[in-house]
């Protein structure tokens, strides 16, 4: 799969680096033949997502929550950008210092300013949003949206897609990120909620596609 972006107004040509895993389940509740499983052994090797509880079951089918995609996404900026950036610094929840410091780059704005939506399952319109958001904040990626034939409208729901999560859903699916979902229709449902284990595989793609971006 491969992705068209733009840095500073030039059209460049990225193709996917394969980053696919050859081990072992790391968790009690996934097995070797779950679809998800290549997700979850990236998400645990990069230290982006763990396991629930006492860490030994990753709960693939729970809905993944608003300020966990913060914390994700927070982990990785640490990873990749900025090793001094401290997510332990204050004395209140887990994932407090990742909520302000996603609202302060403007990748997650919350409902309001005074509601993040902390336990809130997370929407695959709204997902995309975030994900294109980092890239755009971080790294100066524009969407090309405006230039290239949109690629939603093969989708039969792409009416329920906000016009706010447009470009975002665009980009995402454009590049492989986010794919439809159904068999004979395929369908973007942007108001479903994301599983956990939809998570692993779409953020592993994601890292994939923007690997050389995210290392440099």
């Known amino acids: ?9 030039s059209g460049v040509v990225y193709a996917a680096e394969d980053l696919t895993t050859t081990e072992e389940s790391p968790y009690m509740d996934v097995s070797e033949e779950d679809w998800y499983f290549d997700g979850v ?4 090797n990069n230290a982006l997502m763990t396991g629930v509880g006492t860490g030994e079951y990753f709960m693939p089918g729970e809905y993944l929550q608003r300020q966990d995609v913060a914390l994700i996404l927070a982990r990785q900026y640490k990873n990749t950008i900025d090793n001094n950036l401290n997510l332990n610094q204050s004395n209140g929840a887990y994932y407090t210092d990742a909520v302000n410091w996603v609202k302060k780059k403007e990748i997650m704005n ?19 949003v975030t994900l294109y958001n980092y890239l755009y904040k971080n790294y100066g990626i524009c969407n090309l949206a405006v230039v290239l034939e949109p690629v939603l409208n093969k989708y039969s729901d792409v009416s329920e897609v906000r016009p706010y999560a447009w470009d975002a859903m665009d980009e995402m699916v454009r590049c492989g990120i986010i794919e439809g979902t159904g068999t004979d229709v395929k369908m973007l449902d942007p108001n479903g909620t994301v599983t956990r284990g939809m998570a692993a595989v779409m953020l592993q793609r994601y890292m994939e596609v923007f690997n050389h971006i995210f290392r440099n």
């Open 41 to 44: 052994c990236y998400m645990k």
């Open 1 to 9: 799969m491969a992705s068209v972006l733009c840095f500073q107004g």
């Open 110 to 128: 919350g409902y309001n300013p005074e509601n993040f939506g902390v336990g809130d399952a997370i929407t695959r319109q709204d997902f995309a």
